[in-house]
């Protein structure tokens, strides 16, 4: 049927400054005889927190146009705090990072923030990486630090070895519950302890070796993340650090230990022995990281923060080795 009237005032629909528009009827119950395919504005009837409706009518009813916020979407996360680093000294293996994985349901035109935590300096702890958004607020724990020394190992994510200069002391233990990672290991002269990882505590060889870490598939090919940081020692060897970017500990006074590897959390491992701490130093605990994994037709593009953007079957993969956002 051909248009027979146009009302002033709404015939122009290009004009992107114009408040003109086409207009429904709007009004209470319909009281007429409706024809199938009329639409109109109900002002009686509510929808999801509207004071009225929109309607059509179908032929035999009128039906009430669905008018409810799309549903969430799943997304896989992997969050790693950074690790702690390692103590000075004979000082202890830095503890990694706390190690969290599951997911959470993104809530569209909601903004998601995420902060990645750096690693601990020499025998000091790492930091925490979060995700926070509306609904979701998720928290890894950072690194204890290596004791150095003749002191015991700090608390975290993971826990901090103890130092084992003339002296044992014990390892750092774990601050959060739930389990994001294990305690440091004991230092007992002339072996310091490593420091806990994702998936053990230190000292699991007997001495001095670092936690291994968790391995995850997130990105679709498995990475092991939060090992612990190997202790210092004076006897002249030096221990790798443990699997999942943990830092190896030294063995004499001019061996300082290696740091945790960025991005993986690890821990720091502990400086060798020796009165001149300068050539005996604990080093730093590696960076943290967040993995968000979620379906490539859900995925929206974006971001903040440069993550790096990969694929794997039907799914994206956002890489986060520095803070930023995601916007669902």
């Given at each position: 049927m051909a248009t027979?009237?146009?009302?002033?005032g709404v015939t122009d629909l290009n004009d992107a400054s114009s408040t003109n528009?086409?207009?429904?009827?709007s009004g209470g119950a319909f009281s007429g005889t409706p024809i199938q395919g009329m639409m109109r504005?109900?002002?009686?009837?509510?929808?999801?927190?509207?004071?009225?409706?929109?309607?059509?009518?179908n032929g035999t009813e009128w039906k009430d146009f669905e008018n409810s916020p799309p549903p969430p979407y799943l997304v896989d996360y992997l969050v790693v705090a950074g690790g702690g680093g390692g103590g000075n000294s004979q000082g202890g293996g830095g503890g990694a990072g706390g190690f969290l994985t599951s997911n959470f349901d993104a809530e569209l035109s909601i903004t998601y923030t995420i902060v990645v935590g750096a690693g601990g300096a020499s025998a000091n702890v790492g930091t925490d990486t979060t995700i926070n958004g509306t609904?979701?607020?998720?928290?890894a724990s950072r690194g204890g630090a290596g004791g150095a020394g003749n002191l015991p190992g700090t608390a975290g994510g993971s826990g901090g070895g103890?130092?084992?200069q003339n002296a044992s002391t014990a390892g750092g233990a774990v601050t959060v519950s739930g389990t994001q990672g294990f305690a440091g290991g004991s230092g007992s002269n002339p072996n310091a302890g490593g420091g806990g990882g994702a998936f053990e505590a230190g000292n699991t060889d007997g001495q001095r070796h670092g936690g291994d870490g968790k391995s995850s598939s997130i990105t679709g090919a498995s990475v092991v993340y939060a090992g612990g940081g190997s202790g210092g020692s004076n006897n002249g060897t030096v221990v790798a650090g443990a699997d999942g970017g943990g830092g190896s500990g030294g063995g004499s006074s001019t061996q300082a230990g290696t740091p945790g590897t960025d991005g993986l959390g690890g821990g720091g491992g502990g400086g060798g022995s020796t009165a001149a701490v300068g050539n005996a130093q604990g080093a730093a605990?590696?960076?943290?990281?967040?993995?968000l994994r979620m379906p490539t037709a859900n995925y929206s593009g974006t971001t903040t923060g440069s993550p790096t953007v990969t694929t794997d079957g039907t799914d994206t993969i956002l890489t986060y080795t520095?803070?930023?956002?995601?916007t669902a």
């Open positions: 027979t009237k146009v009302t002033i528009g086409l207009k429904m009827p504005n109900n002002t009686t009837s509510g929808s999801e927190g509207s004071v009225s409706s929109m309607q059509h009518y609904g979701v607020s998720i928290l103890g130092g084992a605990g590696g960076s943290g990281i967040v993995i520095g803070s930023g956002t995601y």
